[in-house]
């Protein structure tokens, strides 16, 4: 898989987000009435540089699906082989049950006709019923023998089959943890962006409070059960999923008085 996914939140990306958290918080960006705005339409906030990170993230996730359809195609193929084997197999035991169904049927009158001058002696008709119900068992021992054999063969297919596809599974779920470690890793940056800004913001006491969740977006193939047929995982329709993160824990007696926003506070002053 693509090493992005893999990363840890490292000190470049921690020392930039810092620098973009002052440097739009002596901006005073977002001002605290928009931060106001937001909150009270949608819960949380956002920025152009928390959504060009968002857009990063997007960008690591796409690749790690693109990784996965890329390595998943060999093992894919393989399960189609596998499963035309098993269909063809499948055919083969119903004619091996069949051919147990013919074995095991009765003596016929016409296979205990003599077939040669010393079976048509009349002291040999114990002798050639004795041989032909050998023959009759020898013949029944084979068909089931056969059908044995296909029969393994058949669950031998099944085990292959469950074992490839099971093999996709994982990494399509092993791909999905990747995806929310990324989304993990964007939400901490975006965290350390806003700790930063409300630093350096005229407005950062007020702001403070104020963020406490930060949206992120993830496409919904990173919580689709991985229960499908292997050649549909990750298949679907691309849409993109609003999920909330935590960024303060919540604290009523945190946020500002009612009639104490930094304008009232000015003008208090």
């Known amino acids: 898989m693509t090493k992005p ?5 490292g000190r470049r990306e921690r020392r930039e987000d810092r620098r973009r958290g ?60 596998l499963r035309t084997r098993y269909a063809n197999t499948k055919k083969e035991l119903d004619r091996a049950t069949d051919g147990v169904d013919a074995a095991e049927e009765p003596l016929t009158e016409e296979e205990l006709l003599p077939r040669s001058r010393a079976e048509a002696r009349s002291d040999q008709t114990v002798v050639l019923r004795s041989r032909r119900t050998a023959a009759r068992a020898r013949r029944i021992t084979a ?8 029969h393994n063969r058949l669950g031998e297919l099944d085990n292959q089959i469950a074992a490839t596809a099971q093999a996709i599974r994982s990494e399509f779920v092993l791909t999905q943890t990747r995806a929310k470690q990324v989304s993990a890793r964007g939400a901490m ?7 930063h800004l409300v630093h350096a913001h005229a ?7 104020l963020i406490r969740y930060t949206s992120q977006v993830l496409p919904t193939w990173v919580f689709e059960p991985a229960t499908g047929a292997p050649e549909t995982l990750g298949q679907g329709d691309y849409e993109l999923r609003q999920v909330i993160e935590r960024v303060h824990p919540p604290d009523q007696d945190t946020g500002p008085e009612p009639g104490c926003g930094p304008e009232e506070h000015k003008e208090s002053a």
Request: glycine share 4%.
């Open 22 to 81: 002052r440097r739009d918080g002596k901006q005073r960006t977002p001002a605290f009435n928009d931060v106001l705005a937001m909150v009270a339409r949608d819960g949380v906030i956002t920025a152009p540089y928390p959504q060009y990170l968002q857009s990063i993230a997007l960008d690591e996730m796409t690749e790690l699906l693109a990784t996965f359809v890329r390595q998943s195609k060999p093992r894919l193929e393989a399960l189609e082989v």
């Open 143 to 150: 068909a089931h023998a056969a059908e044995l054999e296909t």
């Open 203 to 209: 407005e950062g006491t007020y702001l403070a409070p």
């Open 5 to 9: 996914a893999q990363q840890a939140y």
């Open 189 to 195: 940056r975006v965290s350390a962006y806003w700790e």
